[in-house]
């Protein structure tokens, strides 16, 4: 039974259950862009349209990183005290140099991904119908987000992004979907152009009569690479990785990439705050950022 509490506070709730949380008001990328405002008023520099191509090891510690600028191929070298990686482990551990031993090179290479597509689309209505009518006084279905099961289409997820917050969407009478699909980079999805594979999710959405495609006012499409760290390929041999790099005393693996952990938003940071804290204490052992799983803490037992 879950508990009907107006409060934000659910420590006894399961997992499943949960029914409020904090969602920022324009999305989660508000959060970001206040942190990225936050850095610059502190006196912090953010280099954007930047990788990380090279990081310089000596004796058991980063000395230098270089930073080539993807627009120019510029190339800017950076020296620091402290290093925090979310860079996918494959591209970190074959960034350093000099090279790490041939045995941890391999599991790096062989570590898997699944890649994101979600086609972003505006509709006038949707053609299903919530009934009776919601709170607000309209017929939009209550959801955040369904998982689709029909086979006979690739879309794995819905996004109603009115459902997040209102004030994503300028004009409320319309909606905004995002409709996602779970790739592989260079397979046949990921490999359809933008125009051709946005006609592909509109014809999907209508076959499973969710929407008409008259209803649609627009549309935009975002692929993203290693969205999700994979538990097979070379996973097994993780551990290897992981004490390669906590032998580099001022490297710090944190996030899901950086990590190569499906962890949630909440639990990445925890990463990155524990990881400061280690630093603030003097705690040399990395041992409390990788206890932070979120695997752990969501097991759900009746």
Not at 83 to 93: A, D, G, N, Y
Not at 196 to 222: G, Q, R
Not at 290 to 298: G, H, R
Request: aromatic fraction near 10%; charged fraction near 25%; glycine fraction near 4%.
């Amino acid at each position: 039974m879950v508990s009907k509490k107006k409060g934000i506070s659910q420590n006894n709730t399961e997992t499943s259950l949960i029914e409020k949380f904090l969602y920022p008001k324009f999305g989660p990328g508000q959060m970001w862009n206040e942190v990225a405002r936050i850095v610059k008023e502190k006196g912090g520099e953010i280099l954007i349209n930047s990788k990380a191509t090279e990081i310089v090891l000596e004796q058991n510690r980063i000395k230098n990183i270089i930073i080539t600028n993807v627009l120019n191929n510029k190339q800017t070298t950076l020296i620091g005290n402290y290093f925090f990686s979310t860079m996918p482990v494959k591209e970190l551990i074959n960034s350093l140099k000099p090279k790490p031993p041939k045995s941890i090179v391999e599991v790096a290479n062989n570590l898997q991904y699944r890649d994101f597509i979600t086609v972003g689309l505006l509709l006038k209505n949707l053609k299903i119908k919530q009934s009776p009518k919601n709170k607000n006084g309209n017929n939009l279905i209550k959801d955040n987000w369904i998982y689709i099961q029909e086979k006979s289409v690739k879309i794995g997820r819905l996004q109603v992004f009115n459902n997040w917050s209102p004030h994503l969407v300028k004009n409320p009478d319309n909606v905004w979907l995002g409709l996602e699909y779970f790739c592989n980079e260079g397979d046949d999805l990921w490999q359809k152009n933008d125009k051709d594979f946005i006609k592909f999710a509109i014809d999907e959405l209508t076959s499973i009569n969710i929407i008409e495609k008259e209803a649609v006012l627009d549309a935009t499409i975002i692929k993203m690479p290693k969205t999700y760290p994979a538990y097979f390929g070379s996973y097994n041999r993780f551990d290897e990785i992981k004490n390669y790099t906590n032998t580099i005393e001022n490297l710090f693996l944190v996030g899901r990439n950086g990590m190569h952990k499906y962890n949630n938003q909440d639990h990445s940071m925890l990463t990155a705050m524990t990881a400061v804290e280690n630093i603030k204490n003097n705690i040399i052992s990395k041992n409390n950022i990788w206890a932070i799983n979120t695997e752990q803490d969501y097991h759900e037992e009746a």
